[in-house]
C-alpha cells in the first residue's frame, strides 16, 4: 500500500511542474508572437508609403521634365513630400529645385483663415539623373502652425540643370500642398 500511496503523491508533483512549465512556455510564445507583430506593423507601415510615393509617380509620366502631384499633409505634422525630375537629354545631368520666394532654405507660406506652411529644402542638394531616367527629390512640409484641415497652399518650384537652365528655359511647376 505505500507503493500506491507513493505513486499517488507523485502524480500531482508532476502535474504541477508540467503546468508551471506550460504557463511559461506560454508567457514566452506570446512575447515572441507580439515581437514578430510589431516588425510587421512597420513593415506594412513602410510598403505602404511606398506604393503611395509610386502612385503620385504614375501622375508624372509623360514629357514633363518636372511634375509636383498633390502633396497631402496631415494637420499639426512635419512630413516629407518629393518633386519628380525626369532627365529627357543625351547625357547624364545633375539637377537642383528652387522654390520661387524661397529665402535662407525656407519658405512660410500664408493663408487668410487656415495659418501658414513652412517649407524646408536644401537648394544646394544636387541629384544626377542618368539620361531616360527619372528621380525624386525630397522637402520637407512643416503644418504645426495651420489652423484646420482642408487648407490648401500653392507655390512654384522651378528645375535648374547644375550649370544651367535646361535647354535655356525654365522649366517651372506649381506645388500644391493640401492639409488634411
Known amino acids: 500500500m505505500s507503493a ?14 508540467m503546468l508551471i512549465l506550460g504557463i511559461v512556455l506560454f508567457g514566452l510564445g506570446l512575447g515572441l508572437f507580439s515581437k514578430i507583430s510589431s516588425s510587421g506593423d512597420k513593415q506594412v507601415e513602410d510598403l505602404v508609403n511606398q506604393v503611395n510615393e509610386d502612385i503620385k509617380s504614375l501622375e508624372c509620366t509623360g514629357d514633363a521634365f518636372i511634375c509636383s502631384p498633390t502633396q497631402k499633409a496631415k494637420l499639426g505634422s512635419i512630413s516629407t513630400s518629393y518633386i519628380f525630375v525626369s532627365n529627357r537629354g543625351d547625357k547624364t545631368k545633375s539637377f537642383s529645385l528652387k522654390f520661387k520666394d524661397m529665402n535662407s532654405n525656407k519658405l512660410i507660406i500664408e493663408k487668410e483663415g487656415c495659418g501658414q506652411i513652412e517649407i ?32 490648401s497652399f500653392t507655390t512654384v518650384v522651378e528645375l535648374k540643370e547644375s550649370d544651367s537652365f535646361v535647354d535655356n528655359k525654365n522649366y517651372k511647376t506649381p506645388v500644391i500642398i493640401v492639409v488634411e
Not at 500506491?4 to 511542474?17: C, R, S, T
Not at 542638394?125 to 484641415?149: A, D, L, Q, R
Open 4 to 17: 500506491i500511496k507513493k505513486k499517488g503523491e507523485a502524480l500531482p508533483l508532476n502535474i504541477v511542474v
Open 120 to 151: 524646408n529644402y536644401l537648394e544646394s542638394i544636387k541629384t544626377n539623373i542618368k539620361t531616360g531616367e527619372s528621380s525624386k527629390i525630397p522637402f520637407i512640409i512643416n503644418t504645426k502652425k495651420v489652423s484646420k484641415k482642408g487648407c
